[in-house]
Each structure stands twice: as C-alpha cells, then as structure tokens.
C-alpha cells in the first residue's frame, strides 16, 4: 500500500500565514544583517559593541528560553527552546547593537582630521584571477590615527576621499556619533 499522507496534521490558513510570516520574517533578518555589514566594517571599536552585545543577547536567550520553557512536562522540549533561544539571540544581537548605533543616533556629523597611516587595497575574488586577467579592485583598508589611536576601517572600491592618500599625511574624515558610544565612519556622499 502507498502511503498518500490522508493522516498528516492539516494546518489552517492562518498558520500557514504565521509560519509562512515568521520564514519570511527570518530570511529578511539574513538579508538585512548582509547589508549591514559595509556599516560594520565602518564603526571605530565595533569588536567591544559586538561583544557587549553578544552577552547581552546570551543573557536574554537564556533567561526568554527558561521563562518560555519552565512550564513544559518533558525536559527535551524545555532544553529545545532554551538552546533555540540561546543561539538565535546572541547569532542576530550584533545586528540590532550595529542597527540601533546606527539608526537610534541623532548627533551631528561631525569632520575629524586623522593622520593617515597606511591605504591598502583588496581584492576579494571568491576563485582567483584568472591568467591575464587585469585585477580588481573590490576595496580599501585604511589605516589611521584619530586622537592618538591607531584604527582600521574597511571601505569600498568606490571610495574617494577627494585627495591623494599618502601615508603621514592629513585627511579629513566624517564621523557620526553613535547611540552606544561607537562612531561611525561616513563616505563622502551624505545618503550614509
């Protein structure tokens, strides 16, 4: 006998709609959290706000998968949502901590002259260039000094300061305060 699926769980509109919500819901998060990392690369001392944020977002998965779990008879199921919520929490906190500096912030752009130390460029091909082939560039690694210390940011292929970049020499550069301390480097054109 061929089984035909008659005694499978039949779901209502509505939980296809919710389900279908939340799928949709998540690969939106992935997209967002792709576009946000050129924002990453960008925020000064972004490491201490990924890793405050990560803790956070541990401590609140840990205590929303024991609160949401705490009435469930069988421990497989409380340890399924404690873990669920344990991972799915710190994996996308990164992304709200860099979202909420970023968007929740409404301090003035301010300029800073910065010392440039050293511009490199990169090219980041998946498969290598081919034999002949011109190379690339997909991007620059900017090395300066703000205020005494040395920071790292990486920008796109199109960037233009407006001058030539010289190591020791000056450069102004746009920064925007962010709500958790961390700035964020600007380019020149005033839609970031």
């Given at each position: ?11 209502s ?6 389900y ?6 998540f ?10 990392f ?15 944020s990560?803790?956070i977002?541990?401590a ?12 469930k ?7 399924q949502?404690?873990?669920?919520f344990?991972?799915?929490?710190p ?5 709200f ?19 440039v ?7 980041a ?12 560039v ?17 920008l796109p292929?199109?960037?233009?300061p ?5 190591p ?15 700035e ?9």
């Amino acid at each position: 006998m061929v089984y035909t699926g008659q005694n499978r769980e039949q779901y209502s509109w509505r939980e296809y709609l919710l389900y279908g919500g939340i799928t949709v819901g998540f690969l939106a998060l992935i997209v967002v959290y792709v576009f946000e990392f050129s924002f990453m690369n960008r925020t000064l001392h972004f490491r201490s706000l990924a890793l405050w944020s990560l803790c956070i977002g541990t401590a609140i998965g840990g205590t929303l998968g024991w609160w949401l779990g705490r009435d469930k008879a069988d421990w497989v199921e409380r340890l399924q949502i404690f873990v669920f919520f344990v991972v799915l929490l710190p994996l996308f906190s990164p992304l709200f901590a860099s979202l909420s500096n970023r968007l929740l912030s409404f301090a003035d752009v301010r300029t800073v002259r910065c010392e440039v130390v050293e511009c490199n460029v990169f090219m980041a091909d998946r498969f290598g260039r081919l034999e002949g082939e011109e190379p690339r560039v997909d991007g620059f690694y900017l090395f300066f000094r703000k205020e005494g210390a040395l920071h790292r940011v990486e920008l796109p292929a199109h960037w233009n300061p407006g001058v030539e970049v010289i190591p020791g020499s000056p450069l102004n550069l746009r920064f925007k305060p962010g709500l958790w301390g961390k700035e964020i480097l600007l380019l020149n054109n005033a839609s970031n």
